[in-house]
T-cell receptor, first 112, second 109 residues
Framework: DTAVSQTPKYLVTQMGNDKSIKCEQNLGHDTMYWYKQDSKKFLKIMFS???????INETVPNRFSPKSPDKAHLNLHINSLELGDSAVYFC???????????FGEGSRLTVL | DAKTTQPPSMDCAEGRAANLPCNHSTISGNEYVYWYRQIHSQGPQYIIH???NNETNEMASLIITEDRKSSTLILPHATLRDTAVYYC??????????FGTGTRLQVFP
C-alpha cells in the first residue's frame, strides 16, 4: 500500500475552474503538508496541518483552501484557477512536526 | 530562503563514492542538517539528518564539520538509480522544511 497517496495524478483544466486534489496517508502521522513545485523545479511549502489544525500558511492566495477532515487526510481545493497555478503539487506527512517528511508522488496540474 | 549553498551539479561513476558538499555557514546551534533527494518526477525522499555527530544509515553517511558550517553527504557505492537532485536543508526541529536548488547528481556507467 502506498504510504502517502494523492489523487488525481494528472489534472488538466481551464482557467477559472475550481478543482480539488486529495491526499491520504496511512502511516498514522499527525502532521501533513502541501508543497508546490513550479516549472523551475522550486519546491515551496504552502500549508501544514498538525492534528487537523492549520499551523503553516505561507501567504498562499486565498483561492487555495486546504481542508483536513481527519488526521489521515489533507485535501487542497483551488478556486478560480489561473495559468500560474500550473505546477506539481506534493502532499507529505510526518509523524510529528519534528519528524522527517514522507512525500506522495505528486499531482500535476495544468491550467489552459 | 534556503540557508544552504550547494554546487548545481556533479557527476559520479557507478560503483564509486559520491560526495555531495553543502555549506551552511550561518547555521544555528539548534538547527539540524537534513538531506532529501528527488528522483525525476517523483516526490522527495528523506535520506538522513544530523545535528553535530556524523550519522550513517542504510542509504548514506552524513559528515558534519566540527564547526558545523558545512557537511558532506556520502553515497558509498553510487548506482544509476541514485541519479537525482539532492537537497541539503537546515531546519530547527519543528520548523518548516525549506528546499533550495539542490545538487543534480548524475551517475554514469
Amino acid at each position: 500500500d502506498t504510504a502517502v497517496s494523492q489523487t488525481p495524478k494528472y489534472l488538466v483544466t481551464q482557467m477559472g475552474n475550481d478543482k480539488s486534489i486529495k491526499c491520504e496517508q496511512n502511516l498514522g502521522h499527525d502532521t501533513m503538508y502541501w508543497y508546490k513545485q513550479d516549472s523551475k523545479k522550486f519546491l515551496k511549502i504552502m500549508f501544514s496541518y498538525n492534528n487537523k489544525e492549520l499551523i503553516i500558511n505561507e501567504t498562499v492566495p486565498n483561492r487555495f483552501s486546504p481542508k483536513s477532515p481527519d488526521k489521515a487526510h489533507l485535501n487542497l481545493h483551488i478556486n478560480s484557477l489561473e495559468l500560474g497555478d500550473s505546477a506539481v503539487y506534493f502532499c507529505a506527512s510526518s509523524l510529528s512536526r519534528a519528524g522527517e517528511l514522507f512525500f506522495g508522488e505528486g499531482s500535476r496540474l495544468t491550467v489552459l | 530562503d534556503a540557508k544552504t549553498t550547494q554546487p548545481p551539479s556533479m557527476d559520479c561513476a557507478e560503483g564509486r563514492a559520491a560526495n555531495l558538499p553543502c555549506n551552511h555557514s550561518t547555521i544555528s546551534g539548534n538547527e539540524y542538517v537534513y538531506w532529501y533527494r528527488q528522483i525525476h518526477s517523483q516526490g522527495p525522499q528523506y535520506i538522513i539528518h544530523g545535528l553535530k555527530n556524523n550519522e550513517t544509515n542504510e542509504m548514506a553517511s552524513l559528515i558534519i564539520t566540527e564547526d558545523r558550517k558545512s557537511s558532506t553527504l556520502i553515497l558509498p557505492h553510487a548506482t544509476l538509480r541514485d541519479t537525482a537532485v539532492y537537497y541539503c536543508i537546515v531546519r530547527v526541529n519543528t520548523d518548516k522544511l525549506i528546499f533550495g536548488t539542490g545538487t543534480r547528481l548524475q551517475v554514469f556507467p
